[in-house]
């Protein structure tokens, strides 16, 4: 173990807060047998919850090749439902599990550094991305034993409120604590080849080979490129899993999900 276990909660967890005691309690449980410093930080989006809310005051949800756009009379709606309703249930569930959660976002002292996304052109509104980050907050917190659960809304450096994607802000945060690993826990097992089998372990060029292949296929494709885009970047392991299986993937135990490596640290198990 060197850094914490980055977290990021999504799928249709996140409709059913309330009824997932066994993910609260599994969090809670790795958190605390976790050397002191190197527990765990959860990063939470709330898609469904956001469009909900939008439709409920009259307003319509946008997206634009998957991502969100956030025009300025949505972004109240949005910092209220990801920073106050998700987050705070998130808490109080953490909390229920006796995990010591402290509730946060991208905004606090200044954690994680947010700029107006461009890269897609204009139009996107309130919409921001991750360029930096201090782990000076998030270290304090896991120092005190603290399991931060953070909503990702970030400001930029006038006070404007952005919209951050939680994938992306799941992987700015493994960057900036110098994470062991990133764990996306969704609504599936991990990523299948095109029979339905479940791919257990892979790096940059094994995936190439399973896309040209056609092994891997669809909507799959996308998840496992950004996974090993995470993971090149980062310099450790991306887990894709189930939440029904939360425990089994943080503690590393073998044909749980799907597990995504740098290339290098492929070569070297290879080697060793």
Not at 149 to 167: E, F, K, P, R, Y
Request: with cysteine; aromatic share 2%; charged share 20%.
């Amino acid at each position: 173990m060197s850094g914490p276990i980055v977290v990021k909660v999504g799928g249709s967890v996140l409709d059913e807060i309330a009824h997932m005691p066994g993910l609260w309690q599994a969090l809670a449980e790795v958190h605390e047998l976790r050397p002191c410093g190197q527990g765990l930080i959860v990063v939470h989006g709330g898609g469904r919850a956001i469009d909900a809310q939008l439709r409920a005051l009259g307003m319509k949800p946008i997206k634009r090749d998957g991502v969100r756009v956030t025009p300025p009379e949505q972004i109240d709606t949005v910092v209220g439902v990801l920073a106050g309703v998700i987050n705070t249930r998130m808490v109080a569930e953490l909390r229920q599990a006796h995990a010591p959660a402290v509730g946060v976002t991208l905004a606090d002292a200044g954690t994680v550094t947010v700029v107006r996304e461009h890269r897609l052109g204009t139009g996107m509104g309130l919409v921001g991305r991750v360029v930096g980050g201090e782990a000076s907050l998030f270290q304090e917190l896991l120092d005190a034993a603290r399991l931060p659960v953070v909503a990702s809304i970030g400001t930029q450096g006038d006070g404007q409120l952005l919209n951050v994607n939680a994938d992306e802000a799941a992987v700015g945060i493994a960057e900036c604590v110098g994470a062991e690993m990133l764990v996306m826990l969704t609504d599936v097992p991990g990523v299948f080849d095109a029979d339905g089998a479940l791919i257990g372990c892979v790096d940059a060029e094994s995936v190439e080979e399973l896309i040209a292949s056609g092994v891997v296929a669809g909507g799959m494709i996308a998840k496992l490129r950004s996974a090993v885009e995470a993971a090149e970047h980062l310099g450790c392991p991306v887990l894709i899993g189930s939440v029904m299986q939360a425990k089994s993937l943080l503690s590393g135990v073998i044909g749980s999900g799907t597990r995504v490596e740098p290339v290098r640290v492929r070569a070297m198990r290879a080697q060793g």
